[in-house]
C-alpha cells in the first residue's frame, strides 16, 4: 500500500491483509464513505493523515501490534471511543485535529499502556481533543492529562459495554 492509495474513493469497508505493517500517510484520507475498519496485527504504524476526513468512520480497533500514531490520523471523523492498546509508544498530540480544524471530534480515550507519550510538534495551536480518558494510575497518559485539565477515569472503571 502507498501512501494516498485509497484517497477520496468510495470503499465503505477495508480489512488489513496481514502482509500490511504500516498505513501509509494519507492512505484513507477523504474516504468519505468509509465506516469500518479492522486492522490486521501486523500494523505497527498509522501515518500522517491516514484517515483524515472519513466523516463516517466510527469503528476502529488498534491491534497490539500498533506502537506509533501520526498527526491528523483521525480528524474529522465519527469516532466516539478509541481503545489504545499497551504497547503504543508514541501518540501525536493532533490525532483528532487541532483548534484549526473544522468541527473537531472529541473523543473519549481508552489507555491500557503506562508507557505511550503523547506528543506535540510544531504544527499550529494543537490541542488533545479528548472528551475523557482513562488510564492507569501513574502512567504518562494521566500526567499529561491532569496538566491540560482533561477528565481522566481509572481504567479499571472502563467497560467496553460503555462504548458509545
Keep these: 500500500m502507498g501512501k494516498k492509495c485509497f484517497c477520496s474513493s468510495g470503499l465503505i469497508e477495508f480489512n488489513c491483509p496481514n502482509s500490511v505493517t504500516a498505513i501509509p500517510n494519507n492512505c484513507f484520507d477523504k474516504c468519505s464513505e468509509l465506516?469500518?475498519?479492522?486492522?490486521?496485527?501486523?500494523v505497527k504504524k498509522l501515518g500522517f493523515c491516514a484517515f483524515m476526513e472519513c466523516f463516517n468512520l466510527q469503528d476502529i480497533m488498534l491491534p497490539?501490534?500498533?506502537?506509533e500514531i501520526e498527526a491528523f490520523c483521525f480528524a474529522r471523523t465519527k469516532i466516539k471511543t478509541i481503545i489504545f492498546p499497551r504497547k503504543?509508544?508514541?501518540?501525536?498530540?493532533?490525532?483528532?485535529g487541532n483548534n484549526y480544524t473544522k468541527k473537531p471530534n472529541y473523543v473519549i480515550c481508552?489507555?491500557?499502556?503506562?508507557e505511550t507519550i503523547i506528543e506535540f510538534m510544531d504544527i499550529g495551536n494543537t490541542v488533545?481533543?479528548?472528551s475523557l480518558i482513562y488510564c492507569l494510575p501513574g502512567s504518562n497518559i494521566l500526567q499529561f492529562a491532569r496538566e491540560r485539565s482533561i477528565p481522566t477515569k481509572p481504567l479499571s472503571e472502563f467497560s467496553k459495554e460503555n462504548i458509545v
Design 128 to 130: 488533545f481533543h479528548a
Design 88 to 96: 503504543v509508544k508514541k501518540i501525536s498530540g493532533a490525532i483528532f
Design 35 to 42: 465506516k469500518k475498519v479492522r486492522l490486521s496485527n501486523q
Design 110 to 114: 481508552v489507555f491500557l499502556g503506562k
Design 64 to 67: 497490539e501490534s500498533v506502537l
